[in-house]
């Protein structure tokens, strides 16, 4: 199985700010990884795909960037409806892997 | 609009099977993968298999003794099978489709998320 490591695992920060969460996978995807964004009682909301493309209604004021091992979600100018917890995903290969998850909270 | 409302029993016995269902609406079953994601405070994001139009299936190898996923195009519904089940398959299981963009596949629309919980 490919192994997704996040880091960090939680990050205060203000309305306003700039936050960069980055994600390892243990062996090459090329740019099939996506992020996560969830809110506390929901599910997952897809917000980037193939690392780097938005989802259809996704403010630009996310991004993703990387490939091959290495990958970057960066927020800015955080809103109030940022915080919440962000996961990585590889669509390499199955079985599909997530990583642990980052959890951005108001500073 | 594409939605996913899935149902199942909460409350399970250890020992017991867990069985859940989604009703997939505003899409058919071609061209997706109709998948099983859970998340547990333990481990976080697991996904448990994934089965596609023709019936084709794919499992996690840790899962793959107990689980089984089957759908019903009829009905436009697919469903999970757990055997088993012990306190370690306590989790929030969701239901997702997994449709293809650019190259790859990833879970773009996910079910409302059903609590089951195994104990004595």
């Known amino acids: 199985d490919i192994q997704m490591t996040q880091s960090p695992s939680s990050v205060s920060a203000s309305v306003g700010d700039r936050v960069t969460i980055t994600c390892r996978a243990s062996?090459?995807?090329?740019?099939?990884l996506a992020w996560y964004q969830q809110k506390p009682g929901k599910a997952p909301d897809l917000l980037i795909y193939?690392?780097?493309t938005l989802q259809s209604g996704v403010p630009s004021r996310f991004s993703g960037s990387g490939s091959g091992t290495d990958f970057t979600l960066t927020i800015t100018s955080l809103q109030p409806e940022d915080f919440a917890t962000y996961y990585c995903q590889q669509a390499d290969s199955v079985p599909h892997t997530f990583g642990q998850g980052t959890k951005l909270q108001i500073k | 609009q594409v939605h996913l409302q899935q149902w199942g029993a909460g409350l399970l016995k250890p020992s017991e099977t867990l069985s859940l269902t989604c009703g997939v609406y505003?899409?058919?079953?071609?061209?997706?993968?109709w998948s099983w994601i859970r998340q547990s405070p333990g481990k976080g994001l697991e996904w448990i298999g994934e089965?596609?139009?023709?019936?084709?299936?794919n499992y996690s190898p840790s899962l793959k003794s107990r689980v089984a996923i089957s759908l019903d195009t009829s009905k436009k519904q697919f469903s999970l099978r757990l055997s088993s089940v012990t306190a370690a398959d306590t989790a929030i299981y969701y239901c997702?489709?997994?449709?293809?963009?650019?190259?790859?596949?990833?879970?773009?629309?996910w079910g409302q998320g059903t609590l089951v919980t195994v104990s004595s």
């Open positions: 505003g899409e058919s079953f071609s061209r997706n993968y």
């Open positions: 089965i596609n139009h023709s019936g084709s299936a």
């Open positions: 193939a690392a780097s």
């Open positions: 062996q090459g995807i090329n740019t099939w």
């Open positions: 997702a489709r997994k449709h293809r963009y650019s190259y790859a596949y990833y879970f773009d629309y």
